[in-house]
């Protein structure tokens, strides 16, 4: 059974910073992209960072040269480094796996989501 687990969110000061965990299970993680998506009140959910199989990355505008992507196979997990965060930061964060090859099927899942909180 597939599993994505966040974890790290939580409320952090203006100018702080956090990191954010996902744990995945129930299928060959090294072949996915993995992504952090976020989505606010109101808002639709948007893409904030991507790391593929192969370890290229691509932010958002809004978070570059603040956020860090990285992963680790051997542990199957993602994580989302998160600096000099901003209020307009705040969000639920959800990690996403996802592959497409070729003319195949998509293939992608959702975690839950962790809330991200950026307040004085």
């Known amino acids: 059974q597939v599993q994505l687990v966040e974890s790290g969110g939580g409320l952090v000061q203006p100018g702080g910073s956090l990191r954010l965990s996902c744990a995945a299970s129930g299928f060959t993680f090294s072949t996915y992209a993995m992504n952090w998506y976020r989505q606010a009140p109101g808002k639709e959910r948007e893409v904030v960072a991507t790391?593929?199989?192969?370890?290229?990355?691509n932010y958002a505008n809004s978070v570059k040269g603040r956020f860090s992507i990285s992963r680790d196979n051997a542990k199957n997990t993602v994580y989302l480094q998160m600096n000099s965060l901003k209020p307009d930061d705040t969000a639920v964060y959800y990690c996403?796996?996802?592959?497409?090859?070729?003319?195949?099927?998509?293939?992608?899942?959702w975690g839950q989501g962790t809330q991200v909180t950026v307040s004085s």
């Open positions: 996403n796996a996802d592959r497409h090859i070729g003319i195949g099927p998509r293939q992608t899942y």
């Open positions: 790391i593929s199989s192969f370890g290229f990355t």
